[in-house]
């Protein structure tokens, strides 16, 4: 059974601090990872997709891969209290995706 | 783009009647589109897959008798809550799929079974 684990938190971050997120996968198979972010009460919402190994970033979202270690991250920079949310880290293979349960992140002004 | 709509958005129902879901990709041709199902506090739970114009393949221990789902078109897939009871209470969710198992979701739906 293919298995998406990530701590629940919840994180807390001052304002401005970098936000560390993390996640690790079982099956060595998956080809593609993705992290959602998620407001209470709404539907996820695509921040970043990463396929290779190494670092992908994307403003002051950065994804890091490694498929050695069957371990991706997602770290924000210069944290907002509007980055108060909860972090699903998802996993791709055969067209489907595995969700972790998710880790709410909180940003203290 | 990659804009994903729900409807409804919400929905309240007595125990017992159907319940169907509309989901619409709006900007992009959706050849397949997921539906998962996320109760409070837990993760997205994938509950089928479904094709344009062929049967969706359903995650196991989803019932497809209760939960019918029809991909008629390349930007429509519904999913029919049947003689839906308190237990089916949940968030459901659609999302579509953008390509290399990207997926851009929907805003979901919330069933509420009296």
């Known amino acids: 059974q293919k298995e998406v684990e990530q701590n629940s938190g919840p994180l807390s971050v001052p304002e401005g601090a970098i936000a560390s997120l993390n996640c690790t996968y079982s099956d060595r198979g998956s080809q593609s990872f993705f992290w959602y972010r998620q407001y209470s009460g709404k539907s996820p919402e695509l921040i970043m997709f990463?396929?290779?190994?190494g670092d992908k970033e994307d403003g002051r979202f950065t994804a890091q891969l490694n498929k050695a270690s069957q371990y991706v991250s997602l770290l924000i920079r210069d944290s907002q209290p509007s980055d108060s949310a909860t972090y699903l880290c998802?996993?791709?293979?055969?067209?489907?995706?595995?969700f972790g349960t998710g880790t709410r992140l909180t940003i203290i002004p | 783009g990659a804009v994903v709509s729900q409807h409804p958005s919400w929905v309240i129902c007595k125990s017992g009647t159907s319940v169907k879901i509309e989901c619409r990709s709006l900007d992009f041709q959706a050849t397949t589109m997921f539906w998962y199902r996320q109760f409070p506090k837990q993760s997205l739970m994938l509950m089928a897959t479904s094709n344009e114009g062929s049967k969706a393949t359903y995650e196991q221990g989803v019932e497809k008798d209760k939960f019918l789902i029809n991909h008629a078109s390349l930007t429509l897939s519904t999913l029919t809550v049947t003689s839906a009871h308190p237990e089916d209470s949940s968030f459901y969710i659609c999302?579509?799929?953008?390509?290399?198992?990207?997926?851009?979701f929907g805003p979901g739906t919330r069933l509420l079974v009296l």
């Open positions: 999302s579509a799929g953008g390509g290399k198992e990207t997926q851009y």
């Open positions: 990463i396929y290779s190994n």
């Open positions: 998802a996993v791709g293979s055969d067209e489907k995706l595995t």
